[in-house]
């Protein structure tokens, strides 16, 4: 007995002695349940404090007037009267209204804020066809590569919490066609296999270049620029559940789908030929 007791008190130290250094390395550090820290906070409010400055050094250099309209448009109506509106305005103050319509447009993009495909009619009722997409594409491009620098900076604990899933799936295809991630680019651009906010948000996570992704942006939404602009080239807004347009944007992915295949240059000119051969008119 007294044998045992001695084992028992020789042997108690060394076991407290190992709950206790496994106390200390499983010990968890208190986390807060908001997702960011203070710096990834500090830095997503200073982009906020940048588009806001901008969009009030435009508004400060407009004449005195009635401004009430200024909203983001979230329907056909509020289109129609944004554009009547911003028409008086386009030929006087080109400047302030197109420095203005980049800034909404580059936010709404950086802040994966809905209501693009409006500013995009928009831009064909007041600059036409040529100029709304090119004005379109180019405010997409900076709005998305926005969107992908601002996830370098606090995306990876959003996008793991709020997509998880369609983070692992696009982790898996980026990591297979790797080789080919130009070609895969291109093809998740002119088609709807996963959200254009998801794509700008997730790429830098799963390691996609910058200049990949820029390149595959830059191209790959010019057809569907084009579509939507064309809408409204004339300035007259019609309901987008337009017949002719929903056939052309159905043609253009199916044909972008099929085109796309082949890996390599060969396989990406092929499929802006074909894109453009079904959006641009014969």
Not at 142 to 169: E, H, M, N, Q, T
């Amino acid at each position: 007995m007294e044998q045992e007791q001695l084992v028992a008190s020789s042997s108690s130290p060394s076991v407290r002695s190992n709950d206790d250094d496994n106390g200390a390395e499983i010990k968890p550090s208190p986390q807060s349940k908001f997702p960011l820290t203070f710096l990834e906070l500090a830095g997503a409010s200073g982009v906020l404090l940048i588009f806001a400055v901008s969009l009030a050094g435009v508004y400060l250099t407009l004449p005195d007037s009635d401004y009430s309209f200024l909203k983001l448009p979230k329907t056909i109506e509020d289109l129609h009267i944004l554009r009547e509106h911003l028409e008086s305005y386009t030929s006087d103050y080109t400047i302030q209204v197109l420095v203005g319509y980049c800034t909404v447009y580059i936010f709404m993009q950086t802040f994966m804020i809905p209501g693009t495909v409006f500013m995009s009619l928009l831009a064909g009722s007041l600059f036409g066809v040529l100029k709304g997409v090119a004005l379109v594409v180019f405010a997409a491009t900076a709005g998305a590569s926005s969107c992908y620098f601002l996830s370098k900076l606090i995306g990876r604990p959003l996008i793991s919490s709020l997509w998880p899933d369609k983070l692992v799936f696009f982790q898996d295809q980026v990591a297979k066609r790797r080789s080919g991630l130009l070609n895969y680019m291109l093809f998740l651009r002119v088609t709807p296999t996963l959200p254009n906010t998801f794509i700008n948000f997730a790429s830098p996570i799963v390691d996609v270049p910058y200049h990949i992704f820029f390149l595959a942006t830059s191209v790959g939404l010019i057809p569907a620029a084009y579509v939507t602009v064309k809408t409204n080239p004339l300035g007259v807004l019609e309901a987008c559940t337009d017949l002719s347009i929903n056939l052309e944007l159905r043609f253009c992915f199916k044909d972008s789908v099929v085109g796309i295949e082949p890996r390599g240059s060969e396989g990406i000119c092929r499929t802006f030929l074909r894109l453009f051969s079904v959006v641009m008119p014969v």
